[in-house]
């Protein structure tokens, strides 16, 4: 069965291209350009990792993972996907279990998604 | 806070607190608190954002969530309570407090009492406290009104007042938990500060001035608090704390209870508090003893109880050890007066009563006490006729000295018997301490002795001189030095010669010229030898005829062995020797001549006789017979013993009979033995050889003359004279005599001996020879002058120095030297008798000394000094100091009235001020008076610090003023100048648009400009208050506290930024900066600070900041999209077609490198951390708007841009930066508005303005995002979100605006469409 990725930008080109590069890594992506119900997206479709973006409307991506990290029910791994140069002390900051920087190479890209969901 | 009415308030505070915390704990019901934030805590300045960052963990209290609910409740109430409050928690009393009662902590406590214990923040008060929290924690509360605690905490120790409460606060089980005070400082601090420190300025520079120590005890804590000159005193360090049994244990152990019952008592309420006393005070390290003046009072509450006691010690030693010196002078005075065996007596007033009189003087005058207080003449009638009245009348009135020298004074005794006593006295003016003379000291010496005893040698002289004038042989006597000096009448008349012709060497002209050398020859021998002699020289008589006389003479020897001359006495032996010469000019008429003999010896007195060889008498003339009382049968042919001569007598003349024979010379000699009728006589003999023809001796004649009379007159000689020396030996006075030119020391006796501290050995030497020291005082003088003139000298007083065991010791003697006239009237020596009046002098001379001393302190005080002599104010007394002062010279104004040397201080109050203090007796002391003097040539205002002390003769009556004064006119100029140069600082200061401040050394702030108020719309009165930290922004207080506190402490310079509240609540970055202001030491004097707003710079900087994340954020973006594509596209291709994937790959390289480069951008750019530029410039806004929607409608081929009205002014501002903002507002319009065709831009001119509007018909925003777009745009993080959904450039856009002073603001309804607008001013040409 294919790992389920949930992708959260509010750049379209973004989460088209990543959808494109997963699925030919045989993922499965869905993809949100607003982070307002995470809670029920991650009931909805169960995720195996979530990719979250900082500048997302509407509360913004921090917050978001705060929201997730606090739901004790949710183990889902959640890795910050930007372009933010702090990005590093921000995953720490949020409690974020890990990062992927933009922009990416590919291979690192998957690399990086592989190291938690195999 | 309303600190300044206490009472009222003291009163009410513990109800109303317990009102509070009974209210609170009714409807404090069991609550949840939350981990992370605890309301309790909530609210409160400066100190509740202190307890909130506070780390409680580490403190006995532990985490607030752990917190006994009382506690918690307690600590609520009191974060917004405005009262000072404080709470010791718990058996280690942690310490929690508010705002309000911070500044009882002052800079060195605050704030690291919080969280700490009571014990360690107070511990230089805790034995004051540690009994009044034990006890509130058994649940007694106590109260003081005005309670002082000397606290230190702002480096050093102040008396603070307060109200204190101290109450219980109770857990929920009832138990105490810890300790609430409640306080009110009673006094204003900043104000009482100011001022106690300016009068103690001033104070301090009295005291320095006066050279006083000062104390202030507290009878609360027993601890005194002292300036350094006591501390020095006390032998204690600067800082030591003085507490009451170390201050006793340095005062004298005589004086220590004294001055413990003089404490006592002041500290009574009903003594009055005063207290006043001397005592000495032994340096605890010198171990110097000084004499202190102590003068203070004691202070009492309402109570009635002392709570201060304090005032001043002045050093006293000098004055009173010379008032110690009049007081000696006085007691032996007065012991003088009582043991002096010479009378002494003071007599009072015109009546002369009798005031003081010792128990000689009342045993001489043979009366009791009861004549004290009564007059001179009462007592002693008899003494008017004799003129002693008169005199004493004479010193009274005329303030003269009356010496009287061996005056006769007749006495009539109670039994009507006159007695004669002779004196030696002086009358003196007896004065009062302020010079009046109220009576006569008068001091005698009973001289009678000395006058009866220079009698007794007179007449025992005159006695000798008449018994040998009455004497039947002549006498004489002669010196050492062969002259003769005294020859009785018989021998005068004998020769025919008057006295004064007798004297000397005149014996050779009545001499036989052939016998005058053998005279010369005998005597000199005798004289050199000082042995006797006898002679038989012939003489002429008056009758011209030369007689045989026969002279023996003997040495006179003194008493110590001295010899004197000779004595001589002679008798007229002619007869005898014509006898003599009868009997061996006619030997051979015997019979003849026996008859002739017969007839010549029956007649004489003289014994004659004739003995043969075997000693047996042959004759015995008439007198002999007579004297045996035998006749010629009965005597003659016997020998000596047969005729009666005891057996001794016989053997000498039997054995001067043999030698006789053998010698054939006569024999002389004296022998004693009884008459038959007159008893024991004395004889002189002569055994004289009869020589035969062949001129063997055939037999003896002798003559024997009874010479009793001339031997007893030479025994009553040496007897008058032996008496004479007895009795001058055991005067008591000093007696001495020195003969010749040359003082030879003849005699002395033990008391002139005791008087030089000689021995014996002094007899003999002369005067000079034995005091050599008295060469150069007088004395030698005084000898020779009354050897050459005879006039005796008499002097009293006289100060001698004598060399005293090598030591030179100060002596006072009435002393005479009389001269010694021989009975021609010549003087040949002195005679000194003296009394030593040592003792009495002394006393004299210390009273002088006393005196004296005042003056010496006065010349030699440090500070100026005068003393103002009687109502007139002369000049009496003034040290060069004073002078100085003055600015004139000694001569100018010693001895006048001040006012007449120095007409320059009339009429400028001061005679009022001198007129008011002799009237009164008040001190009157004034600082900082001006005065004109003269001044180098001219005259000048001058300040000076004066005191004027009314100066009081011992019996109170005021007779001077003494004057001190300090020219204090460089202080004051220069406490001027300072206030002058503050003066204009805060001028400018004030006129400066920065805010500036300054602080003292403690960080405590104590000036802030005009600025700071105005940008605040706080009052001085509400800053001073509440301290300035009220402006600082409650999030940067704590931080900023921290920040100053390390400063201060460490001296470095302050850099600070913070946000400072504005009049109108608008907080406004700040940067502020102090530097401390250091003297030449080093030692940092005060603190200057300014605070500069930065408000603009530091939103700028945020602006950079925003524009670099987002800007790096959003270029970040597309390169992702497209190096994406890029790497998917290489994965597409296939390994045939080589080339496609090399552009593939070539594009890709280019991205990394663009993304590389667009973080090197970003990074350089943050690192640069400068402001984003603009170039400003004047330029045609119209055109530049017509030039750029130009450019935007290129871009749509859907949208339509149009322009409605113009800008006819130009803009001065960043050209391409307004651009961008019209780019922004135009994109985004076309952007959001997918659904629309049609955007409008609008261009109107306003009053200095020009405002533009972009409409556009798309989405729209809600108003709530409206508000953060333009309000709120600091937090990046955050709204970068909504500049994200909008487009980056809105965010920078408004920044742009507001850079321009511009304002840019929007309309919007969801799904209607925006409206963004924006102004910028347009300023007029002119």
């Given amino acids: 069965m294919k790992k389920h990725i949930l992708i959260y930008d509010d750049d379209p080109e973004i989460l088209f291209l990543c959808t494109a590069i997963l699925s030919k890594y045989n993922y499965e992506a869905q993809t949100f350009s607003r982070c307002d119900n995470i809670i029920a997206d991650i009931e909805k479709h169960k995720p195996d990792l979530i990719l979250m973006d900082l500048w997302i409307p509407d509360i913004g991506g921090e917050k978001t993972i705060a929201i997730v990290k606090e739901d004790k029910n949710i183990k889902t791994p959640i890795l910050i996907f930007s372009a933010n140069a702090d990005i590093k002390n921000l995953t720490k900051k949020v409690n974020a279990d890990g990062y992927i920087e933009k922009p990416f190479a590919i291979n690192i890209f998957i690399e990086t998604i592989q190291k938690y969901i195999g | ?1326």
Avoid at chain 2, 171 to 200: P, Q, Y
Avoid at chain 2, 424 to 442: A, D, S
Avoid at chain 2, 939 to 951: K, M, Q, R
Avoid at chain 2, 1050 to 1055: E, K, L, M, N
């Fill in chain 2, 1 to 1326: 806070m309303v600190l300044t009415i206490r009472g009222f308030f003291f009163d009410e505070i513990p109800f109303f607190i317990k009102f509070i915390l009974f209210f609170n704990m009714k409807n404090s019901a069991p609550q949840v608190v939350s981990s992370h934030e605890y309301p309790f805590l909530q609210g409160g300045g400066e100190m509740g954002a202190l307890i909130r960052a506070k780390d409680w963990s580490n403190t006995p209290l532990g985490e607030p969530g752990t917190w006994p609910q009382s506690l918690c409740t307690m600590v609520s109430v009191m974060l917004d309570n405005p009262f000072g409050m404080y709470i010791a928690w718990g058996k280690e009393y942690t310490q929690i407090y508010n705002d309000g009662y911070r500044p009882i902590l002052g800079t060195t406590k605050h704030p690291y009492a919080l969280g700490i214990s009571t014990r360690e923040t107070f511990k230089e008060i805790w034995h004051i406290i540690e009994s009044m929290f034990d006890g509130v924690m058994n649940g007694k509360p106590v109260g003081f009104p005005d309670f002082m605690l000397p606290l230190n905490r702002n480096n050093f120790v102040e008396d603070c007042y307060f109200d204190f409460s101290y109450s219980p606060i109770r857990k929920e089980n009832g138990e105490v938990g810890g300790v609430l005070v409640t306080v009110i400082e009673t006094t204003n601090k900043k104000r009482a500060e100011a001022d106690l420190k300016e009068s103690k300025d001033q104070l301090q520079f009295a005291i320095e001035a006066a050279e006083l120590g000062t104390w202030d005890y507290n009878p609360l804590t027993n601890k005194f608090i002292g300036n350094n000159r006591l501390k020095d005193w006390f032998g204690l360090q600067h800082d030591a704390e003085i507490e009451l049994p170390l201050a006793l244990a340095v005062m004298a152990e005589k004086d220590r209870s004294r001055v413990e019952q003089a404490i006592q008592r002041a500290l009574k309420y009903e003594s009055g508090g005063l207290y006043n006393i001397e005592y000495s005070i032994i340096n605890a390290l010198t171990r110097q003893e000084r004499i202190v003046s102590a003068k203070g009072r004691a202070w009492f509450g309402e109570d009635k109880k002392a709570y201060r006691f304090n005032g001043t010690l002045e050093d006293i030693t000098d004055q009173a050890i010379a008032r110690k010196k009049i007081e000696e002078s006085e007691h032996r005075f007065r012991f003088i007066l009582e043991h002096s065996l010479d009378p002494i007596l003071i007599l009072k007033g015109e009546n002369m009563v009798l005031e003081i009189a010792n128990e000689p003087l009342l045993k001489l005058w043979s009366v009791d006490k009861n004549a004290l207080g009564k007059p001179f003449l009462e007592i002693l009638p008899e003494m008017k006729e004799q003129g002693f009245f008169d005199m004493l009348q004479d010193v009274y009135f005329n303030d003269k000295i009356i010496k009287g020298n061996e005056t006769p004074v007749t006495f009539i005794r109670p039994d009507g018997t006159k007695e004669i006593i002779y004196f030696n006295f002086t009358y003196q003016p007896y004065r009062e301490e302020n010079g009046k003379i109220t009576g006569v000291l008068v001091i005698a010496s009973n001289v009678t002795w000395q006058v009866e005893a220079k009698k007794q040698v007179e007449e025992s002289e005159e006695r000798f001189r008449s018994l040998a004038n009455d004497m039947a042989a002549f006498v004489f006597t002669g010196d050492a030095e062969t002259n003769v000096d005294f020859v009785n009448r018989q021998w005068l008349e004998f020769v025919g010669l008057k006295t004064e012709e007798g004297l000397g060497k005149a014996w050779v002209t009545v001499t036989h010229p052939d016998d005058v050398e053998h005279m010369s020859g005998t005597y000199e021998d005798a004289v050199s030898n000082q042995k006797p002699y006898e002679i038989e020289i012939r003489q002429l008589n008056t009758n011209g005829e030369y007689c045989w006389v026969l002279w023996k003479g003997i040495p006179r020897i003194t008493k110590d062995g001295r010899f004197a001359g000779m004595i001589g006495v002679g008798i007229d032996i002619t007869y005898r020797k014509k006898i003599e010469q009868a009997l061996y000019d006619q030997q051979a008429e015997t019979e003849k001549l026996q008859r002739l003999y017969e007839a010549v010896t029956a007649n004489t007195p003289d014994l004659i006789y004739i003995l043969d060889l075997d000693c047996r008498f042959t004759y015995a003339n008439p007198a002999l017979l007579a004297m045996w009382g035998k006749s010629w049968d009965e005597a003659i042919g016997k020998n000596l013993l047969e005729n009666g001569y005891e057996p001794w007598h016989a053997a000498m003349h039997e054995r001067e009979i043999c030698e006789i024979v053998l010698t054939k010379k006569s024999i002389r000699g004296t022998v004693s033995f009884p008459h038959a009728e007159l008893g024991k006589r004395i004889y002189d003999y002569i055994f004289a050889p009869v020589l035969n023809s062949e001129g063997n001796v055939e037999a003896i004649a002798g003559t024997t003359r009874d010479i009793t009379d001339i031997t007893t007159a030479e025994e009553d000689l040496l007897k008058s004279e032996q008496q004479m020396r007895a009795m001058v030996e055991t005067a008591p006075f000093p007696i001495g005599v020195y003969i010749g030119r040359e003082m030879i020391i003849q005699f002395a006796n033990q008391s002139i001996l005791n008087a030089w501290g000689k021995g014996n050995d002094v007899i003999g030497k002369s005067f000079k020879q034995i005091l050599p020291e008295l060469d150069n005082q007088d004395v030698f003088k005084q000898l020779d002058d009354v050897y050459t003139t005879g006039v005796p000298y008499h002097t009293k007083n006289q100060k001698i120095d004598l060399v005293i065991d090598g030591e030179t010791k100060c002596f006072y003697f009435n002393y005479s030297f009389t001269p010694l006239t021989d009975s021609t009237g010549k003087v040949y020596g002195v005679m000194n008798t003296a009394a030593d009046v040592t003792d009495l002098n002394l006393a004299k001379l210390a009273i002088q000394k006393s005196e004296e001393n005042l003056r010496s302190t006065i010349l030699q005080a440090p500070v100026a000094m005068c003393f103002f002599k009687g109502e007139n104010f002369i000049v009496d007394l003034s040290n060069e100091k004073m002078f100085e002062l003055w600015g004139k010279t000694a001569n100018d104004v010693m001895h006048k009235p001040i006012f007449e040397g120095l007409p320059e201080a009339k009429d400028q109050g001061f005679e009022a001020i001198l007129q008011g203090v002799y009237t009164t007796g008040t001190t009157f002391s004034a600082d900082g008076v001006p005065i004109t003097l003269p001044r180098n040539g001219g005259i000048e205002l001058v300040y000076v610090n004066f005191v004027y002390e009314p100066y009081r003769e011992a019996n109170g009556i005021i007779s001077g003023i003494l004057a001190v004064a300090i020219d204090v006119t460089t202080q004051l100029t220069a406490r001027k100048k300072i206030e002058e140069r503050e003066q204009k600082f805060r001028l400018l200061a004030d006129s400066m648009p920065q805010h500036i401040w300054t602080a003292d050394t403690n960080g405590n702030l104590n000036y802030y400009n005009q600025s700071v108020y105005d940008y605040s719309g706080l009052t001085p009165q509400q800053i001073d208050t509440d301290g300035w930290i009220q402006i600082v922004h409650p999030d940067d207080r704590e931080e900023n506290i921290k920040a100053w506190i390390h400063s201060v402490n460490a001296g470095t310079d302050f850099h600070f930024e913070h946000r400072f509240r504005r009049y109108d609540g608008e907080y406004r970055w700040q940067l502020s900066r102090a530097v401390p202001q250091r003297d030449e030491e080093g030692n940092i004097q005060m603190w200057v600070g300014t605070s500069t707003d930065i408000q603009e710079i530091k939103q700028m900087d945020q602006q950079k900041d925003d524009f670099i994340s987002i800007a790096s954020h959003e270029m970040k973006t597309p390169l992702t999209t497209a190096k994406g594509y890029l790497e998917l596209l290489q994965m597409q291709l296939s390994e045939e077609n080589q080339t496609i994937l090399l552009y593939a790959s070539k594009a890709n390289q280019a991205l990394e490198r663009l993304n590389g480069l667009v973080t090197e951008l970003l990074d350089a750019s943050k690192i640069q951390n400068g402001q984003l530029n603009y170039n400003i410039s004047t330029f045609d806004f119209n055109a530049m708007l017509d030039e750029t929607i130009e450019n935007i409608q290129h871009t749509t081929k859907i949208h339509t841009i149009q322009k409605t009205g113009t800008a006819f002014h130009p803009v001065t501002g960043d050209k391409n930066r307004l651009q961008q903002v019209l780019i922004n507002l135009l994109s985004n319009a076309i952007k959001y508005s997918p659904n629309a065709d049609k955007v409008f831009i609008k261009v109107e001119e306003q009053p200095g303005k020009i405002q533009v509007s972009v409409q556009d018909f798309g989405i729209g925003l809600s108003g709530q995002h409206l508000d953060k777009i333009f309000n709120r745009y600091y937090r990046v993080q955050e709204h970068a979100i909504y500049f994200q959904g909008l487009g980056i450039g809105l965010y920078l856009s408004s920044n742009i605006i507001q850079r321009h002073d511009g304002t840019m603001w929007a309309d919007s309804e969801p799904g209607k469409g925006s409206t963004f607008y924006f102004t910028i001013p347009i300023y007029s040409e002119q």
